[in-house]
């Protein structure tokens, strides 16, 4: 992971080329800070803050496009192709590069080090705090009695281990069965696997394209119907809980609800 050395004064003109990172630079940047993001950060399916996106130019990982925008800071992920890597290198751009954060830990300390590299430290003290708060206000701990949750997402893939969701998951007092049976990331369950298994709810993602909601489509296959009836189903719209961030509250509140209305 590079190494960004902190200029004497805050950059002024910051292109940031990551989702999830282009979230927290969108929150932590002061106006005008930000010159440019990531053109999948326009998406309102995936970008809680796409509004404000759209009101920078969107960037590709091309580097004739980053170049043209003059950035004195550069926030990217660690998935540049060696010879952008190179050209950035050559171009003297300096570049704070992060991995993907799994986890609301990585998202702290990815909040900590944009607020550092933008010269924010306060706005990133303030945002964790406030995260941090949330967070502890809606946690729930997990026992082997806490009800069992399944993800069902486009084309019948599931979250498992090391993914935001999961972590939000157990936060939020669920079991998530993707990661019960040992399963990481995202990877592929057949609905028929899920209605054996027999989830106490079944997570939906919404609407992800122009076709009829993964909702709807569920609803086609009767056995599902009979399982997930009623309050045993929710949709979760991606932009709440596939980035970390002040987003995730929202995921665990309606997380939260659900699980104390089947409680009930």
């Known amino acids: 992971m590079a190494t960004l050395v902190q200029a004497a004064e805050p950059p002024r003109r910051v292109v940031s080329l990551n989702l999830c990172l282009d979230q927290l630079a969108l929150a932590l940047a002061a106006p005008g800070q930000l010159v440019g993001i990531s053109d999948i950060s326009y998406d309102p399916r995936i970008s809680p803050r796409w509004r404000e996106a759209r009101a920078l130019p969107a960037v590709r990982k091309h580097a004739e496009e980053i170049l043209a925008l003059r950035p004195d800071l550069l926030i990217v992920d660690d998935y540049l192709t060696p010879s952008l890597r190179k050209t950035l290198r050559l171009a003297g751009i300096p570049t704070l590069e992060l991995a993907e954060a799994g986890n609301v830990n990585a998202t702290l300390d990815h909040i900590g080090r944009i607020g550092d590299a933008l010269g924010r430290p306060?706005?990133?003290?303030?945002?964790?705090?406030?995260?941090?708060?949330?967070?502890?206000?809606?946690?729930?701990?997990?026992?082997?009695?806490?009800?069992?949750?399944?993800?069902?997402?486009?084309?019948?893939?599931?979250?498992?281990?090391?993914?935001?969701?999961?972590?939000?998951?157990?936060?939020?007092?669920?079991?998530?069965?993707?990661?019960?049976?040992?399963?990481?990331?995202?990877?592929?369950?057949?609905?028929?696997?899920?209605?054996?298994?027999?989830?106490?709810?079944?997570?939906?993602?919404?609407?992800?394209?122009?076709?009829?909601?993964?909702?709807?489509?569920?609803?086609?296959?009767?056995?599902?119907?009979?399982?997930?009836?009623?309050?045993?189903?929710?949709?979760?719209?991606?932009s709440l809980w596939l980035c970390g961030g002040p987003q995730n509250l929202e995921a665990l509140q309606r997380l939260t609800d659900v699980r104390e209305a089947l409680k009930r």
């Open 122 to 238: 306060d706005a990133a003290r303030d945002l964790a705090a406030s995260l941090r708060e949330g967070i502890a206000r809606l946690t729930t701990p997990v026992t082997a009695s806490s009800p069992v949750a399944a993800i069902y997402q486009a084309n019948g893939m599931t979250l498992g281990r090391g993914t935001n969701a999961d972590g939000l998951l157990r936060i939020a007092g669920w079991r998530n069965l993707a990661a019960e049976r040992g399963l990481s990331l995202f990877v592929p369950i057949a609905m028929e696997e899920l209605v054996v298994a027999a989830p106490d709810l079944l997570i939906l993602d919404g609407k992800t394209s122009d076709r009829p909601s993964l909702a709807e489509q569920m609803m086609t296959h009767r056995a599902a119907r009979r399982a997930f009836a009623g309050a045993r189903t929710m949709v979760m719209p991606h």
